[in-house]
């Protein structure tokens, strides 16, 4: 692994300030958001929260790894851990197993904040070598409207926009800068895929993008350049392959749903405009990323503005109406869903633009000739801009503080219903929760067989009797409900005479069921469940998931790749070029 070595300089008193007002804008941006000891729930919340609440249960045991729901998902063995990355949602689950549930997830939400500061502002100084524009970046970035409301519910992409700027920084140093860099690009796909796996693929469209226009503008691709390219596509298949193990053995040819195909929503470049220009939190980029949208061309001094500029337009066009999707209706690119998942990326390339402004800070700051004063700006301004900050959070967090007043407090769940509108929790009805039915989520990653019509949400005869706990006896359903351990559902029989049995828990490749701790042979049922003959008597009965040899060799090569990662970065000091 060639690397290039560069010197630590010594991190100035600036830097360290800067980070620590970062701090304290996630910690005041998070109080104002849980101040009132409730959380918001609608949308994805409920999906993610069960995953993170799995997590806990699993950890409580003294198990690290997750594999099928066994306490949340109505216990129905749903492999969304498997398919969907949990990563980043270990936090979480270790917070509440010392706080209460309400606090655990405003302080994972206030880590998450920290990080996306600290991982937007390093990024940035990276690629700018400039502290203004680094910071007036990571600000303008991580609080932009888009992204606060990914902050909501939509907890995966929430969490893979920390890492796009690390994303973008790999690329502009492989194709066009120092490509001895590479291990960045490879480091910040890698993380993303810990988070949301569609954003990778929405992350490689825009890279393939930025390579072709590498290949026009310059005329081709240096060999070194290609081969760095190489070189971070291989660790990156390193750093995530023990989450691609799972999609190998139990997801492709296996009939597994993921999610409902097509595009399901989208939005005219009208909404988008004035959506923005309201500078609510939604589904747009706000009005500063717009004026630099319609008015940023005026200060582009160099054909690199120009490059981010396109690529900010492309991102808009495709999020809307504009970018004829319907002519793509059967093509590998509706798997975006929803087009407005593109402003993640317009608002990436937007904020690089803005944050040119900090250029004409420096130079402003560099005039004076003072070094009380110069001091005293240099610490000012940050502190004016995290102020801004904080205000344009409080804002926003007062105009939707009436919705959130207004919804009703979660009841219990007397009969199995779909939580559709939206409710608070605190700390004592929050266990709740988990009786309800996900507005999202709770069928995704079912085999086809139990998910039955795709178009119907939880309605077949076949997910209601799986989440009801029916285990069907000779032909009849019978409701009985399981006993929970980590990664494992169990049920207690009792026959008068030998019998085929049906269990209510979805099956996968490498599902095993066990019979009085013995490993039984079954097949799958019409509703895509184990079914198995079992003799008359009382009989234990276990459903787990074991994932085969290749998934933990696959886990202990990317574990063994992160750890002569670090080493190497330490050694060369790559991750350091200028703090």
Request: glycine fraction near 4%.
């Amino acid at each position: 692994m060639a690397l290039k070595k560069w010197h630590f300089n010594k991190i100035d008193s600036q830097v360290i300030f800067t980070y620590g007002m970062f701090l304290l804008v996630s910690l005041i941006t998070t109080y104002l958001l849980g101040h009132t000891h409730t959380i918001y729930v609608y949308s994805d919340w409920l999906f993610h929260a069960s995953r993170a609440q799995e997590v806990f249960e699993n950890l409580k045991e003294g198990v690290s790894l997750t594999f099928i729901a066994s306490h949340t998902f109505h216990q129905s063995g749903a492999a969304s851990f498997l398919f969907y990355p949990i990563v980043f949602l270990y936090p979480w689950a270790i917070f509440k197993l010392f706080l209460s549930p309400v606090t655990a997830y405003y302080l994972w939400y206030s880590l998450i904040t920290f990080g996306s500061l600290i991982v937007s502002y390093w990024s940035m100084r990276q690629f700018s070598r400039q502290h203004w524009n680094a910071l007036i970046f990571s600000l303008v970035y991580v609080f932009n409207p888009y992204r606060l409301y990914l902050g909501t519910s939509v907890l995966g992409e929430f969490l893979a926009v920390t890492f796009l700027p690390l994303v973008f920084l790999g690329i502009y140093e492989v194709l066009w800068r120092d490509n001895r860099r590479w291990p960045i690009l490879a480091i910040g796909l890698s993380l993303i895929a810990y988070c949301h796996i569609l954003s990778v693929v929405l992350c490689l469209e825009f890279l393939t993008i930025i390579f072709i226009l590498k290949l026009v503008i310059n005329r081709g691709i240096s060999a070194i350049r290609l081969k760095a390219l190489v070189s971070a596509a291989t660790l990156t298949l390193g750093l995530v392959l023990f989450e691609i193990v799972p999609f190998l053995t139990d997801f492709i040819g296996q009939k597994v749903f993921s999610a409902t195909p097509g595009i399901t929503i989208t939005m005219t470049f009208d909404q988008l405009l004035q959506n923005s220009f309201n500078n609510d939190i939604g589904w747009n980029i706000g009005f500063i990323l717009l004026a630099t949208l319609l008015l940023g061309w005026n200060w582009f001094t160099c054909r690199q503005d120009w490059i981010i500029y396109l690529l900010a337009w492309i991102a808009v066009i495709v999020s809307t109406t504009v970018f004829p999707w319907n002519y793509f209706a059967d093509t590998p690119f509706v798997i975006v869903q929803l087009t407005f998942r593109y402003l993640s990326y317009a608002a990436l390339f937007l904020a690089i633009l803005f944050s040119k402004s900090g250029k004409l800070i420096a130079e402003r700051i560099a005039v004076y000739d003072n070094p009380y004063r110069f001091k005293v700006l240099k610490y000012v301004v940050p502190i004016t801009f995290c102020f801004f900050a904080v205000c344009y959070f409080s804002v926003n967090e007062t105009k939707g503080g009436f919705e959130r007043s207004t919804a009703p407090a979660l009841q219990k769940v007397t009969n199995l219903a779909r939580l559709e509108s939206p409710v608070t929790v605190d700390s004592n009805n929050y266990h709740l929760l988990f009786g309800y039915i996900m507005t999202y989520g709770e069928y995704d990653y079912y085999p086809l067989k139990a998910r039955g019509d795709i178009k119907q949400y939880g309605t077949s005869q076949r997910t209601q009797s799986i989440v009801r706990h029916e285990l069907i006896i000779d032909g009849k359903a019978k409701r009985l409900e399981p006993r929970s351990t980590a990664n494992q559902i169990g049920y207690t029989v009792r026959l008068a005479k030998a019998a085929k049995i049906d269990l209510p828990v979805v099956a996968y490749k490498h599902t095993v069921v066990k019979v009085d701790d013995k490993v039984t042979n079954f097949r799958i049922s019409d509703r895509g469940t184990p079914v198995l003959n079992i003799t008359s008597g009382k009989h234990h009965i276990s459903i787990s998931y074991q994932p085969p040899f290749v998934y933990y060799l696959g886990l202990v090569i990317s574990l063994a790749t992160w750890l002569v990662l670090i080493v190497k970065l330490i050694s060369s000091k790559i991750i350091k070029q200028s703090v």
